[in-house]
């Protein structure tokens, strides 16, 4: 089993639609959680961390269940330019970063 | 641009032979962290250094090394390429070891082609 699993997608969407991301982890000890987005043949860039309180960042909502150890993304009134993979990535303590595979989102007009 | 920068952006290697790929890491950064990405995968960590000394290691074999120099800048050299070493190679620093409320910022990455 992965250490964090993610639905491959791809999701494709109308703009202005909203639109949720899962991931499951399998570590409890697991400390840190992030969003990390990735372009086409580009490298991660840290979207937005993820706390237990939940966290909004504009259009962008993340929230965290610690007990079924389960992180969700959810992004409102879509843009084209939202196209691209979003990463769950987990931690724990001072260990490196641990990335589901990522689902992809086509975000269409 | 995160600061963090990688060379080469593309590589072609035979099978057997060796590469060593470089990472410049964001200034007033001391760790460096290591991942292979291939296609359609997430990124998977090979290793981490902390201020010149390996902090961690992911499930790959020995013939992946590291170095990191005193100006944070690091080295990964894969020795016996085999063609499922073909993946984006990709370069991280932060100001501390992951796992922390760091942000690690990520450079653009390697693509290395094993023929």
């Known amino acids: 089993r992965k250490e964090v699993e993610q639905d491959p997608g791809p999701f494709n969407v109308p703009e202005g639609a909203t639109v949720a991301f899962n991931c499951t982890y399998s570590n409890s000890a697991s400390q840190s959680f992030f969003w990390y987005r990735q372009d086409c043949r580009k490298e991660p860039k840290l979207l937005m961390s993820v706390y237990s309180s939940g966290n909004e960042d504009g259009r962008f909502t993340a929230q965290l269940n610690r007990a079924s150890q389960y992180i969700s993304l959810l992004i409102r009134d879509s843009k084209l330019s939202d196209s691209a993979t979003y990463l769950c990535v987990v931690t724990a303590g001072r260990r490196a970063l641990t990335f589901g595979s990522g689902t992809r989102l086509q975000v269409q007009p | 641009e995160t600061g963090v920068t990688q060379s080469p952006t593309h590589l072609i290697k035979t099978r057997g032979q060796q590469v060593t790929l470089r990472c410049s890491s964001q200034s007033g950064h001391n760790t460096v962290s290591w991942y292979q990405q291939a296609l359609g995968q997430g990124p998977q960590f090979i290793f981490q250094y902390y201020r010149e000394e390996e902090n961690g290691r992911g499930n790959f074999p020995p013939r992946f090394s590291g170095l990191q120099f005193p100006n944070y800048s690091s080295e990964l050299n894969v020795n016996a390429l085999e063609l499922d070493d073909s993946a984006l190679y990709l370069c991280?620093?932060?100001?501390?070891?992951?796992?922390?409320?760091?942000?690690?910022?990520f450079g653009q990455g390697t693509r290395l082609t094993v023929v």
């Open positions: 991280a620093s932060s100001l501390e070891p992951s796992g922390a409320k760091t942000e690690a910022f």
